[in-house]
């Protein structure tokens, strides 16, 4: 695993309107409720110390039950793109956007908006952290921005 300290996430209002909002279900339902408290979390095995996201109900590699954990909250960008054409409201006024592969210190990759600096300034092995983007009481998506001074 990893020795970096957790700090809690920032966590900023975003208004649902005309947004998909989650469905969450039995799996993902304390991922999203996580964010919205300000928490990274991600699913550990107690039996095999296997690490995975997104969240299911075994681990996919022996199919005990796996246990939440907090993450650091800082990552690398693994992958990338740049999205530049997206027709759907609300997402067409946020063009050109970034969706980030981010691979987490902690053996997980999770992907998410990365906001905060021009499309093209992004570069695989960047440096991010992550905030959350609350939507209701208890559903907040994770989005990610370059680490200050990294």
Known sequence: MNDL????????????????????????QPFFAAAARGELI?????????????????????????QWRRAAGVGLVYSFTVIRQN?????????????????????????????GCDPGDVRIGMAVEAYAAKLADEVALVYWRPVAGG
């Open 87 to 115: 027709g759907l409201a609300p997402f067409k006024n946020e063009l050109p956007y970034v969706l980030a592969l981010v691979e987490l210190p902690e053996g997980v990759r999770m992907m998410g908006t990365l906001t």
């Open 42 to 66: 991600y699913q550990r095995c107690p039996t095999c110390d296997h690490a995975q996201h997104y969240p299911r109900m075994m681990c996919t590699a022996c199919a005990a039950t796996p």
């Open 5 to 28: 300290p957790i700090t809690p996430m920032d966590v900023v209002e975003l208004d649902p309107a005309g947004r998909p909002m989650p469905a969450p279900d039995a799996s993902s």
